[in-house]
């Protein structure tokens, strides 16, 4: 919904309080007078209660005993102005760019076409309104002819944006992606679905890894990260729990505790997707499967009674990945094999 309402209209609903109205006409002469703050909240509470037409007993009361009635009260407040307010209702295609807006009457105001890049392909707009949104978490600019994605610029002639991603090499090599299937995907913070890791806290270390930072060193703990909405990071992983010597070779599982600050490194696995962050957000929010040190090519069918974090970071994001493509087929066929659905 888009609600105008012209400045000229704005000022008109300037008005004073009932507190202010009766101290600058309440002394003895007809002048000013200065009530303590006590009252002020008071009468506050009482104007409150008589503009949504809900006076309580308590403040009837508090009228009665000063000689006074609701009805006396609301005389002496200023009349509450209603300004007049345009309002269009927004009509977007399945990636929420707006395609047009229609009055309340229902007639078609203003009607735009666009490529699957977001360029303007054509516009009616016989009322000159300014419709500045594009694709999700974008605004035209006008001066620049770019839109604005909240962390950088976005170039919708060249498909992909002008300034780097604000989370550097930690999204991935390409600093200016913007998804490579903008037909279905989204990118409306310009981030990335995320997988991390950092050293093991049971061994300890710096870096990305327990013991020496090098390829095929298996020491390490992983987990996603995914957008929250907010301009940040939500993080999920699987752990052990930790309470005995046995626990991190079997037992028990529990949700981990990871943040992508913390993280060694971080490395772009989906781009901006909706589907596919709500359903690891899900994810991260379910029960985990009970901890193994071994990972899942010692045991190809375990029903995912046991992961450790590596596996189910994998498990848990291609599942996903399959759910939002429609691959049921092979879904049951990894819920067999890893136990994860």
């Not at 007049?84 to 707006?98: E, M, S, T």
């Amino acid at each position: 919904i888009r609600v105008e309402t012209a400045t000229g209209e704005l000022v008109k609903t300037q008005r004073r309080s009932l507190a202010d109205a009766l101290q600058q006409s309440g002394g003895e002469d007809g002048g000013s007078v200065v009530f303590p703050p006590v009252l002020v909240q008071m009468l506050d509470r009482l104007e409150s209660e008589i503009l949504a037409d809900r006076v309580s007993e308590e403040s009837r009361r508090w009228l009665a005993s000063c000689g006074l009635t609701v009805e006396q009260m609301q005389n002496q407040m200023d009349p509450v102005y209603t300004p007049a307010r345009k309002i269009h209702l927004y009509h977007c295609d399945h990636r929420g760019l707006p395609l047009a807006l229609v009055s309340t009457e229902g007639a078609t105001a203003w009607y735009a076409e666009y490529d699957e890049w977001g360029n303007l392909l054509n516009e009616e707009n016989p009322h000159q309104l300014q419709q500045l949104i594009r694709l999700p978490g974008q605004q035209y600019d006008e001066e620049s002819g770019l839109y604005y994605n909240r962390h950088r610029y976005y170039d919708p002639l060249q498909g992909r944006y002008i300034t780097q991603d604000p989370i550097g090499l930690k999204g991935g090599w390409n600093f200016y992606q913007y998804p490579l299937n903008p037909i279905s995907n989204i990118d409306p913070l310009g981030l990335e679905t995320l997988k991390c890791i950092k050293p093991l806290h049971s061994m300890g270390g710096t870096g990305e890894r327990s013991g020496p930072d090098i390829w095929g060193n298996p020491f390490y703990h992983q987990y996603l990260c995914v957008p929250d909405g907010k301009g940040d990071y939500t993080c999920g992983g699987q752990d052990q729990r930790g309470e005995s010597k046995g626990d991190g070779l079997w037992g028990p599982g529990k949700a981990s505790n990871d943040t992508k600050e913390a993280a060694g490194r971080c490395d772009l696995v989906e781009t901006d997707n909706s589907c596919v962050e709500n359903c690891l957000k899900g994810k991260f929010k379910e029960v985990r499967p009970r901890y193994s040190v071994l990972p899942d090519i010692f045991t190809p069918i375990n029903l995912g009674l046991f992961k450790n974090c590596q596996d189910w970071s994998n498990d848990s994001l291609e599942t996903c990945k399959m759910k939002c493509s429609g691959n049921n087929i092979g879904r049951f066929i990894r819920f067999v094999f890893t136990g994860v659905m």
